[in-house]
């Protein structure tokens, strides 16, 4: 005699052994798949990353390329200025295309950077503890009384104003809040049982902190980077604002934002561009970050 009664019964149990057997992993990306503005939002970002990627190469007008005898021209469809022209003539969406290529590079290798520096520093203080990890936190704390921009004006005058050179100096200050979320992330996981296992097997503390610790801690890492990379294209916002950031001809979205400041006035479409495609650019990051932090939160199960 069956113990399952009716077809709906049957349905339960198969969609409880379903949920039973999917990893931790694929239940947030069900979670996040079900969240319709960070797919939304990955949608966009995928095609603002490919439009970076190929746009330039598919465009009519390069950059760099000055008519002088077009000056702050409307957007218009002669001469394919869809969005205008600048100050000097050069068309404004393949420097937009371009400035959305060297801000998304600026916010990808920053925060690969600042993963690297705060991952390894955070798991290595938050594991070894003690004198360690007490001396690894104060260099921290004073990282962080340090201004934002001093610390980049340092590290650009020791290192000079090569562009690759301003993103690893960005992702040098930014490490410090990932150092404190691993570490604050390994110490909670310092006393499981796996890694005490581990420990009285004889693993030693590099391989424990790499095998057992930093896998996971990536869950809040992951969210975090997300919401880190807006900061990172910010920060080199401000800085292109003052005049620190890339040179020209190359551009940045937060460089064409300062030119567009100034030339409001007569021509506003040279700040609306760049301002609109750095709205669209920091919001998709910032749902996408929002999705992955409510998939992953365990507490939202």
């Not at 203080?125 to 690894?136: L, S, Y």
């Not at 704390?141 to 980049?152: A, G, M, Q, R």
């Not at 992330?185 to 581990?198: D, I, N, P, S």
Request: charge should be neutral; aromatic fraction near 8%; glycine fraction near 8%.
């Amino acid at each position: 005699m069956s113990l399952i009664s009716t077809p709906q019964e049957k349905a339960e149990l198969l969609e409880t052994a379903a949920v039973k057997g999917r990893s931790l992993w694929d239940d947030a990306l069900a979670r996040l798949l079900r969240n319709r503005a960070a797919v939304a939002s990955m949608i966009v970002l995928g095609i603002l990353v490919v439009l970076a990627t190929i746009g330039q190469l598919l465009w009519v007008h390069d950059y760099d390329t000055i008519y002088r005898d077009r000056v702050w021209i409307g957007p218009t469809l002669e001469n394919w200025h869809l969005l205008g022209t600048d100050a000097q003539g050069r068309d404004m969406v393949a420097r937009i295309l371009v400035g959305l290529r060297v801000s998304l590079m600026v916010g990808v290798v920053a925060t690969i950077v600042s993963l690297v520096i705060g991952v390894t520093w955070g798991a290595i203080a938050g594991f070894v503890g003690g004198k360690v990890d007490q001396a690894m936190m104060r260099v921290v704390d004073i990282l962080y009384s340090l201004p934002f921009i001093f610390f980049v004006i340092i590290l650009m005058v020791v290192f000079g104003r090569n562009i690759v050179l301003i993103f690893v100096a960005i992702g040098a200050v930014e490490w410090l809040t990932m150092a404190r979320i691993v570490r604050g992330q390994t110490l909670a996981l310092k006393g499981m049982e796996f890694v005490e296992a581990a420990e009285a097997a004889g693993v030693s503390k590099t391989n424990i902190i790499s095998r057992h610790i930093i896998p996971n801690v990536l869950g809040p890492v992951v969210v975090y980077v997300t919401l880190m990379i807006p900061v990172v294209i910010l920060a080199e916002s401000f800085l292109s604002f003052l005049g620190l950031g890339v040179q020209e001809p190359l551009t940045s979205l937060g460089r064409l934002i300062s030119a567009g400041a100034q030339d409001m006035e007569p021509a506003p479409w040279t700040l609306i561009g760049p301002a609109v495609t750095m709205m669209i650019t920091l919001f998709c990051l910032n749902f996408i970050g929002d999705g992955l932090r409510d998939a992953i939160d365990p507490k939202d199960r």
